[in-house]
């Protein structure tokens, strides 16, 4: 299972890594991870487009390999780009040196001083050995669950709807197992924060 909400528990635990940002701004964090892919990505850069909302996607480094164009259509589109791993890896179940040298090789690509762990797992040792590399790493507060296939798509909106508030980093995924509810709740998400007053920042 996961939350919605990131317990706040984890984020005392863990308090140098970024999990929202200012709460006394309208401003919502709309991230990206998993990506480029070509059935989901364009289509996300679309919807972000006509409403005029950028945001930041933690790419990850074989995606951006295997489709070089749509990584140029992120940065061409103005949004921001976080490094996501080479692989994918869980930093649980890698040693260090093994996760540390996926990232920098993802990082030859991704050029930028953003970091999520995947799964959002990673060790104390793992995360200041990057923080000493000065990488910001950016977990969130709002997990839209649109990776999960027994959750309708309306429930997806209705979650992220619920949970956001100022200053939110809010995570969606462009993945193939994604897309029935990202692209369902997505518009739907942003028009209603669109009414409700919130702009949208990059990280
Ligand atoms: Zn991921």
Redesign the pocket.
Same mark, same amino acid.
């Given at each position: 299972m996961y939350a919605v909400n990131t317990p706040l528990i984890l984020q005392w635990l863990y308090p140098t890594l970024t999990w929202h940002r200012n709460r006394a701004e309208k401003r919502i964090f709309l991230t990206f991870?998993?990506g480029p892919i070509p059935d989901v990505t364009p289509g996300i850069i679309n919807t972000l487009k006509i409403y005029g909302v950028k945001a930041s996607f933690f790419c990850v480094g074989e995606n951006i390999k295997k489709h070089p164009d749509l990584f140029d259509s992120l940065i061409e589109n103005g949004h921001r780009i976080g490094n $996501?791993t080479y692989n $994918?890896l869980n930093g649980w179940k890698t040693v260090d040196e093994t996760y540390l040298e996926n990232i920098a090789r993802c990082q030859q690509l991704t050029q930028t001083n953003l970091f999520r762990p995947?799964?959002g797992r990673g060790t104390r040792s793992q995360y200041a050995r990057l923080q000493q590399e000065k990488y910001n790493i950016v977990m969130w507060d709002v997990l839209s669950g649109d990776f999960d296939s027994r959750l309708t798509p309306e429930k997806c909106l209705r979650n992220v709807i619920k949970h956001t508030r100022n200053g939110s980093i809010v995570v969606f995924h462009d993945s193939i197992r994604a897309i029935p509810r990202v692209t369902y709740a997505l518009p739907r998400a942003i028009e209603h924060w669109l009414k409700a007053g919130y702009t949208f920042g990059v990280l």
């Open positions: 991870d998993d $996501h $994918h995947p799964y």
